[in-house]
Structure formats: C-alpha cells, structure tokens
C-alpha cells in the first residue's frame, strides 16, 4: 500500500507530553513512588476528568461507553468514512510504574496535537482511546474493554466476575457515571480503518540493541490455567508421611513442570508462569489440604502454547492420582495471539524512516489492547525503549527523547493511515 505523508516536519512538544505523562502519575491510590490507578476508583475517575479537558481543549469530540473506553476524535473531512484509532491505557497495578499504558493515551494525545499544529488535515477522521482496565487488578482479567470493544468477551461471563467488594463490572461501571449498556459496547468491523498503539517495550531488547524504535510484528497471548489440589489436612507432627495427602507437595510438583513446559517446548516464544500459588491454611505445623495455583502460558504460535498447557493439564491430572489428592482445572481464558497487518508495520517502519530513527522488528511478549483490537480491524504496535528492560515497577522509566521519537512516528504513521484510500 502505497501511502501519502504529510508534507510539513513535525515538531512534537516534548516539554508538554513529558509534564503531562508526571501530572497524570499524580492519580493514584496509595502513595508514591509506585503509581496505584485501579479503574473506577476515586483516582481512576479524577485521570478520566482530567484527561477528558486535555481533549477538549484540543478540539477533539469526546465520548465514553456503557463500560467507560473513552474516546476522543479528531474529525476528518471524510468524517463517514472509517476512523484511524490509537491509544492505551491508564489504569496502572498496585507500585506500578509512570509510563506503561499512559504513554500510548498521552503520546497518542500528543501526535494529534504535533499533526494540528503542523497544519494537517486528516481525510479519515483520527480517534484517541483510551481502554478501560487493561490491567487484571479488580476484576481479574486483563483488557477488560478492548474484549468488549471487539466482540470477544461472553458478557454472561463478565457479569459473573466480581472484584474483592463482590461488586460486578456492571455496577462498578454504573457508580463511576457510565450508563450505557454492555451489550452495546461492541464496535462495528468497518468503524475502525486501522488501529496503532505505542508503548514502552517492558524489556530491554530495543535498550541493548541501542534503537530508538520497535515495530511489533506479532503480539503473544495467553492462556490463564487456575488448578486447585485438595488434599487431606492434619496436625505436622501427627500424621505419619505414608498416610499424607498433601495437596501442597502436589502443587509443588506441578509448578515445577510448568517451568519445564516453558523451558522444554518446540516454540522458542513459549513462556510458562505459576504467578499464584496459595496453601490453605498456610500454618506451620498444619499439612496443607488445599493449594491453589494460577498459571499463565504464553506464545505467538497458538499451536504451541496449547501444546504446553494440555501437557502442564495432563500432568495435573497424573500427580493428583499419584498422591491421592483431587485436582479441579479451569481455563480462566485462552486468547488467540495476533499478527500485526502489513499495511501498519510498513507504515510505522516508513514513519520512522522519515525522522531518521532506526527499527528493529520485534515480538510483544506482554499482553496489550491492541491482540484485541487486531481481531477487529488492521492493526499494529510502536515500542520505545525503556531503562533496564523494568515495567510494572516504580523504577520503569523512558526518557524524553525516545518518547518524543515514538510520538513523532506515531503522529506521521496516523497522517500516513488518515489519508490512505484502502477500505476497512
């Protein structure tokens, strides 16, 4: 696909996005240094206001659905025809870091504001989104509402999750002000014409290869596995070892093969984690008569990481026999990784050429909006680096200059898609 740049440099505001990405970490639950921003708290809904002005003062049009994605658009002087979309996230896990997620909402901000600035006129309208709970943090599960924007969540299954409080999604919605429906939370196919996320990278490949910017080809998903062994519990010093049915040593046993499913797969992308893993009743001189595990495995290749989930499955089933114990399995989700288009990559890779910035094609091994997003429409990832590979920590940090750069190729990738004739 052949696309039309805008002919005028681009000149982004540093200075504006950076003191804006520091303003934003302000919102928090908790206390500093580490930012808490979990989506329909009180900190969650003074981000949204204050994001919301920042839009309307940029002549943006802003809406928000039934399960609080926030939209702003920039209108297009084809403004039927459909829209180019970016943007991320900005709730943040507990003693997280500033820039995941709200580098993609602010910078995506901040391309539309460096394109009006230089006096474009987009033909395709461009959107600015923001995603409601990216992060798993209260309702546990991740990408809360890209699966609703893309027709991909069960909404029978969302009104069953329910946070700490047993509040629903639903009800949690409607307390921050959000009225609408989750049933219409859905997008049309041809709503969007291609949707772009930047982002830090979470790792440190784009750091030590010394590249300013990464162009995701494809984006890993996982399968989320929660396992619980029930045992027989007793006093520690009562039971005899040859009468034991200790559903901790089960689960011992079974988190062990779940690193070697990792380490011993096919796929070099395939990544086996047991995050949980949580003895009851967790007494010194009690054996354990319930574990309960959580386990999350990820590829780009569906095929691979199925192949390790029914082996760490398997195994499951085979220990509990072994050690007289039950064993219950459930799949928490198993999601489709995603192939990011042509179109977009060639777009990013052109973008980033025209302000003279090196690319390295690259994997997202994280979970992102955009796996959903690419279920929808044409879609594909930028990566800036950021220090040490840290995310999801206090210390994550990226520096001004790449998170200028990544908005630069953002802000030409978007002029690029808004003129691009091809149909969604």
Request: glycine share 10%; proline share 4%.
């Amino acid at each position: 696909m052949k696309l039309k740049r805008p002919a005028t440099p681009l000149s982004v505001n540093g200075d504006r996005v950076c003191a804006e990405i520091q303003e934003l970490s302000q919102f928090m639950d908790g206390e500093p240094p580490g930012v808490t921003r979990v989506v329909f708290t009180e900190a969650d809904r003074q981000a949204r206001a204050w994001l919301r002005a920042k839009c309307v003062n940029s002549g943006l049009v802003t809406r928000e659905d039934g399960v609080g994605n926030f939209f702003a658009r920039w209108v297009g002087s084809e403004a039927n025809t459909a829209a180019v979309g970016t943007g991320s996230h900005c709730d943040a896990i507990p003693n997280s870091g500033v820039y995941d997620g709200t580098v993609g909402v602010l910078g995506g901000l901040e391309a539309i504001r460096t394109l009006q600035e230089s006096g474009f006129k987009p033909r395709r309208s461009i959107e600015l989104l923001m995603f409601t709970s990216e992060e798993p943090t209260r309702f546990g599960i991740g990408c809360l509402g890209s699966r609703l924007l893309s027709g991909r969540a069960d909404i029978g299954s969302i009104d069953r999750l329910l946070d700490g409080e047993e509040m629903s999604v639903r009800e949690a919605a409607r307390q921050s002000g959000f009225n609408g429906d989750l049933e219409n939370v859905c997008l049309s196919s041809n709503y969007y014409s291609h949707f772009v996320e930047l982002h830090i990278e979470q790792g440190p490949v784009l750091e030590c290869e010394s590249i300013p910017i990464g162009v995701v080809t494809a984006i890993a998903a996982p399968a989320a596995l929660r396992i619980m062994f029930k045992g027989e519990g007793g006093h520690a010093g009562t039971v005899l070892m040859s009468g034991r049915h200790d559903a901790l040593t089960a689960a011992a046993e079974l988190a062990l093969e779940v690193e070697r499913a990792g380490r011993e797969s096919e796929s070099a992308d395939t990544v086996a984690t047991t995050g949980v893993f949580r003895p009851f009743p967790g007494a010194v001189n009690s054996i354990p008569s319930q574990c309960l595990l959580e386990i999350d495995v990820r590829d780009t290749s569906e095929k691979s990481r199925n192949r390790a989930v029914d082996r760490i499955v398997s195994f499951a089933h085979q220990v509990a026999g072994e050690r007289g114990v039950d064993v219950l399995v459930e799949t928490i989700n198993s999601d489709p990784p995603a192939v990011c288009d042509t179109s977009v990559v060639e777009a990013v890779q052109a973008s980033a050429s025209a302000e003279s910035l090196a690319t390295l094609d690259l994997v997202s091994r994280a979970y992102h909006d955009s796996l959903f997003m690419a279920t929808l429409t044409r879609t594909g990832m930028i990566f800036i680096p950021c220090r040490n590979g840290i995310s999801h920590r206090p210390e994550e940090y990226a520096t001004p200059e790449h998170i200028c750069g990544g908005v630069a190729v953002l802000a030409r990738t978007l002029a690029a898609l808004s003129l691009s004739e091809e149909e969604a």
